[in-house]
């Protein structure tokens, strides 16, 4: 089955220490990886895809297909980082993304 | 421009009552889906279409679940007899094309008393 899995429902850091919020996938096939992201009181929004292989607000994530993981990191963490974290795949011929349960980034100032 | 918009935001319903939610997609997008999300969880897929065609209707999980995009614009997704495990936030997203970027409406929270 399609599945992706974020193992931390809440991850604490303080300002400044890097983070790392962990995805794994079972997925046939080479899926897409995306990350989203939710800021308080704000919707869902895409932070990043790894086709695009790009690092938006200091934040990237790199496919491993040897361990089936999509890290997403950022070596300093601000305040502003501070939202519920989803990670997504989709593939194996479908276009509907299967997200993760989400991870809950707390930064302390 | 605006974004996809939703409505209600809130509803409160009592179990057993019919409810029908709204989603206004991005102007000229082609795709749109919903998807909904129980607490602690992430979102689940519902439906989808592709302008106004239903293009997958295996999330929906019973047959008091449809959803309908007419003119392949605005779509509502309803809710018949509602029971309390209908509560979660209901998620309406819309894309330019089935490949592309999903942008996400503010959500609907339904609450079944």
């Known amino acids: 089955a399609q599945r992706v899995t974020q193992p931390e429902k809440l991850l604490s850091v303080f300002k400044g220490a890097p983070v790392e919020l962990k995805c794994n996938y079972s997925?046939?096939?080479?899926?897409?990886l995306f990350w989203y992201v939710q800021y308080s009181r704000q919707r869902l929004q895409l932070l990043l895809r790894?086709?695009s292989r790009e690092s938006i607000k200091g934040f990237t994530a790199d496919l491993n297909k040897g361990e089936t993981s999509f890290h997403l990191k950022k070596p300093f963490a601000q305040e502003e980082d501070s939202a519920m974290y989803y990670c997504a795949a989709r593939g194996g011929g479908s276009y509907i993304p299967t997200f993760g349960r989400g991870t809950s980034l707390i930064v302390h100032p | 421009g605006a974004g996809v918009s939703q409505s209600p935001r809130y509803k409160v319903t009592k179990r057993g009552q019919d409810v029908a939610l709204r989603c206004d997609p991005i102007s000229g997008h082609v795709s749109l889906y919903w998807y909904r999300q129980a607490l602690g969880q992430g979102p689940e897929f519902l439906t989808y279409?592709?302008?106004?065609?239903?293009?997958?209707k295996s999330g929906l999980p019973n047959d008091r679940f449809s959803a309908e995009r007419p003119e392949g614009s605005i779509s509502t997704l309803t809710i018949q007899r509602t029971e309390q495990r209908d509560s979660a936030m209901y998620r309406c997203?819309?894309?330019?094309?089935?490949?592309?970027?999903?942008?996400f409406g503010p959500g609907t929270r339904l609450t079944v008393t």
């Open positions: 790894h086709i």
């Open positions: 279409f592709n302008y106004e065609a239903q293009q997958d």
């Open positions: 997925y046939s096939g080479s899926p897409e």
């Open positions: 997203a819309s894309s330019a094309s089935s490949l592309s970027e999903q942008y």
